[in-house]
């Protein structure tokens, strides 16, 4: 039922491609979803996937173009002429269009919308294009089916009749007054119920969420998510109705958010992919390595200054990498689970002082373990009972120094307005290492009594 | 317009709760959603909690039940007797009605279910409780509207009229054969359009995506992505018509599995809060604190081989942590950018060769600059041109073997059905960090005449 690509089909139809075979071309199509098509398209070049898109319905190609993600999208473009382009914009939703105009340079922008032949859509557009793109104004689509307060059920059902091709879901349709101010909301399941001469004004649902366009697009998944909503309608300051977001749009938001996150996570900066090209995922990746590599060059010049002693105690060295292991785990630990507590914002703000107390806690238990493990090891293997001493006494430090971090860094950075999934990162790792060594060079240095 | 839970208010709900002035207690939830109430029961003991919900209006104590989060609603229900909880999930949706049971002790779950008064909702029940409840049979519900083919409009809206209540968010009517046998389905708006007297067969939509009850979630969830459907209907392997999915359901599964896939990386195992008891943080954490430690300890063991060696080069120490953290940087990056490629299922599958390629390319760009540079500092500071050339080699072959690991590891995982999110964890960090003290202390050794 659902359809799964392989190397053999992918041959066939750039065989079919090559050979310019328009008709066969057409019947494989047919039988795929355009989300299918959009997967077949990610394997070719710009100019198959031009050849490709040009001999399927207008209506099947714009969903495609809408459907595919950005950085491929405005490779094929560049194939593509204005015109062409036009064409296809004209059958988009509004804010699938500008989403796709944002990518073009601003000479191709101009002359799609001036080529668009539904005049309407060119106004949607012009609205739309005024919105950053992670926020409500940005996420809306101008497209919904709304009705007047005075209206009854047979007038309803004419507007939606009007609006049907251009509003592909409904969902529900919005009540407004003379002023286009929204009122409430009337779902489909009540005016297919509803006599036809019942009045909008004694059966609409005056009880609903609205965003205003400002909401950050963040704000507006937690809202559709925690009240299990369809879609929700984009209102401006006055309270007139100016769109809808629908929730395949914040599926998507919530997808792109959570990779972009665990990238962030990982010290990879921008939204990279795994064909993406060597030289952009060197750009995404390198940052973050060279501050890693800061790291380890500042450590070293610190693990210089105590050289005297490692030449008298060389098994010191030995436990520099559970120091910088056991500091960095704990750290990102600590700071994924406050990043999760962040994200989910239904409960109440926990202050500072008991998030800490009880990472304090848990710190405690494990660094207790921990130490008095490698305590034993340390033993175990005929090492002097200071150097045991040290190392454990260092390593229950930095677990410590390591929670603390792990707590208030992140904190720090979402007071901050920067995104704290970043503190998680090579960034927090390499600070707890650098003082966990402190911490641990600074002990042996005063218990050793070198 | 959208309910934020602040400390005043939660204080003077509670106050309220304490004084059980139920009059007032009821004015003030009757201003909030449910999803809002489900926010300041998570600040509640279980016996508040129990005292707020029974104030509620049935229903909505229903819609608030079936919100909360499984930890606290288990908690919460310990302090009601069968009957009560009976009385709610008479009211959930039975796919809602199933999670609750299923937290439930197994003497719990059969009173309730003897004890439901709609014994449609039992049957519902009973029939979804054989399901593994990440498969799309445990995340389907049994309410949905369905309709003959041979219907005409007039039949499918006394349907739809009959079913309206139980059935909250229609989305489309489902249609089947005399045999129950899924053929298509209808959507609202046509419905709505059409004539009165227009058959069923004349008008559905053939062209539908469904699922079979044994699809995994995440299959579930990518698909209804993929192709932006809003529900799912859920066949048998006869194709009979036994449930449908929501989107809303859905979402909750990308959610919960972008969490535990972050939580994974930072090494926490299972579904663990910041609000969570200390013991049970402890838990989460402390397994991968020990495999870090374990590591430390080899390494610690590994390095003490060399301890000849660092007496008479004891600069050689200074360079342990920028080995260690190369490696778990590059090592992170690389498999997080495989992770993130291996969970979008659209695209063709790439082979394991082609992947290693472009990451030696990566690896070759990034481990070049940054061993010039440390080379460059290793100079700079005055230590020997052989020393300088063991740590830039190591380096470079550190971020070479760790891109190798970040391919192959969560590739490996996968394929052995292991989630391979915890392949960016510590366990391969400690890997990483071994091998690379190993390349290090290996190349020294030979390279410095030892």
Redesign the interface.
């Known amino acids: 039922?659902?359809f799964e690509?392989?190397?053999d089909y992918?041959d066939h139809i750039l065989d079919l491609i090559e050979k310019q075979d328009s008709a066969t071309l057409k019947i494989e199509m047919e039988g795929l979803?355009p989300?299918d098509v959009?997967?077949i398209l990610?394997?070719m070049e710009s100019q198959e996937a031009r050849y490709l898109i040009n001999q399927l319905d207008t209506k099947i190609g714009a969903e495609i173009l809408a459907d595919l993600d950005p950085p491929e999208r405005r490779e094929f473009l560049k194939n593509f002429t204005s015109e062409e382009i036009s064409r296809y914009v004209n059958l988009f939703d509004s804010d699938d269009a500008v989403d796709l105009l944002n990518e073009q340079p601003i000479r191709v922008r101009e002359e799609v919308i001036a080529l668009l032949e539904d005049r309407e859509q060119a106004r949607f557009i012009l609205d739309l294009l005024h919105y950053d793109e992670d926020v409500a104004g940005g996420l809306m689509q101008k497209e919904l089916v709304k009705a007047n307060v005075n209206w009854n059920m047979n007038q309803c059902?004419e507007e939606?009749?009007k609006q049907?091709e251009d509003v592909e879901?409904?969902y529900a349709v919005y009540v407004v007054d003379d002023h286009e101010r929204l009122l409430g909301l009337l779902s489909?399941?009540k005016?297919?119920?509803a006599h036809k001469n019942t009045k909008v004004e004694s059966i609409y649902d005056q009880d609903f969420?609205?965003v205003e366009t400002y909401r950050p697009a963040e704000e507006v998944a937690e809202?559709m998510?925690?009240?299990?909503l369809?879609a929700v309608p984009v209102v401006n300051v006055q309270g007139k109705l100016l769109g809808r977001i629908t929730?395949?749009d914040?599926?998507?938001v919530?997808?792109e958010q959570?990779?972009s996150?665990?990238?962030a996570?990982?010290?990879?900066t921008g939204d990279?992919?795994?064909?993406d090209t060597?030289w952009r995922?060197?750009q995404a990746?390198?940052p973050?390595?060279?501050v890693?590599?800061m790291?380890?060059?500042l450590?070293?010049?610190?693990?210089?200054f105590f050289?005297?002693d490692?030449?008298i105690v060389?098994?010191?060295?030995?436990?520099?990498?559970?120091?910088?292991?056991?500091g960095?785990?704990?750290g990102?630990?600590t700071?994924?689970?406050?990043?999760?507590?962040l994200?989910?914002k239904?409960?109440?703000d926990?202050g500072v002082w008991q998030?800490l107390i009880?990472m304090f806690?848990?710190a405690l238990?494990?660094g207790l373990?921990?130490s008095l493990?490698?305590f034993g090891?340390n033993l175990l293997?005929g090492n002097e009972l200071q150097l045991a001493l040290v190392v454990s006494s260092a390593l229950l430090s930095v677990v410590f120094l390591a929670s603390f971090m792990g707590t208030v860094t992140p904190l720090a950075l979402d007071k901050l307005g920067i995104n704290p999934a970043v503190a998680?990162g090579?960034f927090i790792?390499?600070a707890n290492?650098l003082i966990g060594?402190g911490v641990y060079f600074g002990l042996a240095h005063l218990l050793l009594d070198l």
């Open positions: 039922m659902t690509l392989t190397k992918l979803y989300a959009t997967g990610y394997e059902i939606l009749r049907a879901k409904v489909l399941k005016i297919v119920l969420i609205f809202l998510q925690r009240y299990d369809d929730i395949d914040i599926v998507d919530i997808t959570a990779s996150d665990t990238l996570m990982a010290g990879i990279v992919e795994e064909d060597v995922q060197t990746r390198l973050w390595l060279l890693g590599m790291g380890g060059i450590a070293a010049k610190f693990i210089g050289e005297g490692l030449k060389p098994a010191m060295a030995a436990f520099i990498p559970i120091i910088g292991s056991t960095g785990n704990v990102i630990q700071s994924s689970i406050i990043l999760q507590s994200a989910d239904s409960g109440l926990t998030r009880r806690a848990v238990i494990n373990i921990i493990i490698v090891f293997i998680s090579p790792t390499t290492d060594y």
